[in-house]
């Protein structure tokens, strides 16, 4: 018996396969440009708040306890402009879904910030002895702010410019908190976490739609 014509794929189908191949390709080499502007603003200016209120606590039990409050506090007001930036942008589009662009950025900043999470706990755990929790509160800004610019800069391979800029300079500010025992912790998460992210907050958001 003979074998079965295969019959080629119509015009309209291959048309088809071949757009949805563009679109995906497209889709990838896109760059990431929800980052939100005005939400690294807030998250700026919470930083800024909490520095002062850090400042005077009298024992770095307390220290540690207003930065653990703030940390939570700045990232989901933060998350939440990112996500409503998302959502503008596909508005009317049917249902959100995170773009490939978007899975790349975010594959790029959890894993560093989910580090220095985890490295926090270990540091302050009080069920570890002979852990000088004041030696920590030394290590803790400078771990923050360094494992913090290895996200950003990571992600921000994936994004607009200025968001790898950022993650560069909370780098610098990590290792000088690290590396040089005579700065002030406190001042450096001001530098970092407040004005770095203020500065280039604002730029993001006069430049890609907030």
Known sequence: MAAPAH??????????QELSFIRRTMEGAAAFTDVPGWGLVGMGLTALAATPVAAMQPSVERWLAVWMLTAPLAT????????????????GEGAFTLSLPARKFLLGFWPAIFAGAVLTVALVNPFLPGLDLRLASRVLPGLWLLLYGVGVTT?????????????VGFLVLGVIALLLPMVNGNLMMALGFGLLQIGFGMRIARHYGG
């Open 155 to 167: 992600a921000g391979a994936h994004s607009i410019r200025a968001v790898p800029l950022m993650g």
């Open 7 to 16: 019959h080629p794929p119509a015009l309209h189908d291959r048309a088809l």
């Open 76 to 91: 989901a007001g933060g998350g939440w402009a990112m996500w409503q930036k998302m959502r503008r942008r596909v508005s």
